[in-house]
């Protein structure tokens, strides 16, 4: 008898404390709908079992972080840390380092991958936090150190997919998580370009309590509502939008060519139409560039005869007038007619001028030391050497020139379609860099992730094949 009312005891527990802790649940919710909007609301709730199954898989951290990266980049938590709100992006990628870590300090049969690729980055990055330090002379707040913390934490990405990616599948997967995050994005800003300059405010707006601006929300060419509006998205600026669309486009296209493509066809031409449509709407015309660079790099190695019917295809697109808006807008720039291309020569002009008078190492990363310079250009090298001067420049230079070398004398020997996709969009980022800063841009730091864990994915490929390579016997 005794047991028999234990055992009833116990089956009434479970479903009350079920039930108690569902109650408790939702009261918190409705506390945090409340007191911090339902956008938060949900992002904490989902960021429990998130961080519950981060513990089984390093994994989880990183597709959040791409998640987070490709559909809500600027948003940030309401809580005040160091004496500034941090944003999801440094929350995620710092839980994804942090995962890995745990990981290496626990796991003794876990070992590092040390590479020359892996040294030049080591030595870039620390040089760069020596070009912040000089530059705090010319004043650098709070508010610039927390900037600097999160753009070192985007570089710390490169060396997080170095040693989280060692075999193909895994890369593969990484490089399928982008493309299904760039494809959402650009599925936003293609519904919301279809509602509208007003209906795009009207949802946008709704994101200034969470970090956005309240600003320039919808955008137009040449910042004119009497022009075509830019497809923006949840990504705040048309340009960067365009670049991180032009590294999901890119890849996308590469895993339609690919033999390692696990889902169905349908799906990847969805992905590369979605990503292409998005970014020729943001009038970016250097993703168009950067798009255009590493599509053709992937066609000419894996479907060369497709070449002439493009270009019959381009020619008869011309003809018929379909698309005049962009073909005017990118012959604009071609000719530095518009307002935006000038702006862009004046931007250089000025970046000459100031690493003439600041060479070596440049000006840091804060306001320029002189009101006669103005901060900031289009074009990552020039934004390279004007904070961190030509040493800093030629370390980049040094780092991007060993990696490609080695991908492209990899690529010989193995002839491997995921090596060549994320190659290619690796070429496409350094094409967009000579025209756009946002790979490289302290405040877009969603983009400078994107373009480390790119750069993270050719590395990373080039060892899994030159392994490869090793184990067959094929000689270097």
Request: glycine share 10%; proline share 4%; hydrophobic share 60%.
């Amino acid at each position: 008898m005794a047991l028999a009312s234990v055992g009833r005891e116990r089956r009434w527990a479970q479903p009350v404390a079920l039930t108690g802790a569902a109650v408790l649940v939702g009261l918190l919710a409705g506390w945090l709908a409340v007191a911090a909007g339902p956008l938060i609301t949900f992002a904490l709730l989902a960021a429990v079992p998130i961080g519950v199954a981060a513990l089984r898989s390093v994994w989880v951290p990183v597709a959040a972080l791409v998640a987070v990266a490709t559909l809500l980049p600027f948003l940030v938590l309401p809580v005040s840390a160091g004496g500034g709100r941090p944003t999801l992006f440094e929350v995620t990628a710092a839980g994804a380092l942090g995962s890995y870590l745990l990981i290496l300090v626990i796991d003794r049969r876990e070992r590092l991958i040390v590479r020359p690729e892996l040294v030049l980055w080591a030595l870039f990055t620390c040089y760069l936090v020596f070009a912040f330090t000089l530059g705090a002379r010319f004043g650098a707040g709070a508010d610039l150190a927390r900037l600097f913390g999160r753009f070192m934490l985007a570089f710390a990405l490169f060396w997080l997919v170095v040693q989280l990616v060692r075999t193909r599948q895994l890369a593969l997967r990484l490089v399928e998580w982008i493309v299904a995050g760039t494809s959402a994005a650009a599925a936003i800003g293609l519904l919301l370009y279809a509602g509208g300059a007003s209906a795009t405010f009207r949802v946008l707006i709704r994101l200034v309590p969470y970090g956005y601006p309240d600003t320039r929300v919808v955008r137009f060419i040449e910042d004119n509502p009497a022009n075509p509006m830019r497809a923006v998205g949840t990504g705040v600026d048309p340009n960067a939008f365009g670049g991180m669309l032009m590294l999901g486009f890119v890849l996308a296209v590469g895993l339609l060519f690919s033999r390692d493509r696990r889902l169905p066809l349908v799906l990847h031409l969805a992905a590369a139409g979605l990503t292409g449509l998005a970014m020729l709407l943001t009038f970016s015309r250097g993703a168009w560039v950067g798009g255009l660079a590493g599509a053709a790099t992937i066609v000419w190695y894996r479907a060369r005869y497709l070449v002439p019917f493009g270009l019959l295809a381009a020619l008869a697109v011309l003809a018929v007038g379909v698309g005049a808006t962009f073909v005017q807008r990118l012959e604009a720039g071609l000719r530095g007619e518009d307002a935006a291309t000038i702006q862009r020569f004046e931007e250089y002009d000025n970046a000459l001028a100031l690493i003439r008078a600041h060479p070596w190492f440049g000006i840091g990363f804060g306001d320029p030391p002189s009101a006669e310079f103005g901060a900031g250009v289009s074009s990552i090298y020039f934004l390279i050497a004007e904070q961190a001067g030509l040493v800093g420049l030629v370390l980049f230079g040094l780092f991007c020139g060993v990696v490609l070398v080695r991908a492209v004398k990899v690529y010989w020997q193995a002839d491997d379609d995921l090596l060549l996709t994320c190659g290619a969009a690796f070429v496409a980022a350094l094409t967009v860099g000579l025209v756009d800063h946002y790979f490289f841009n302290i405040r877009f730091v969603h983009t400078v992730g994107l373009f480390w864990i790119v750069a993270g994915l050719v590395v990373a490929m080039s060892n899994i094949n030159e392994a490869s390579c090793q184990e067959r016997g094929v000689s270097r």
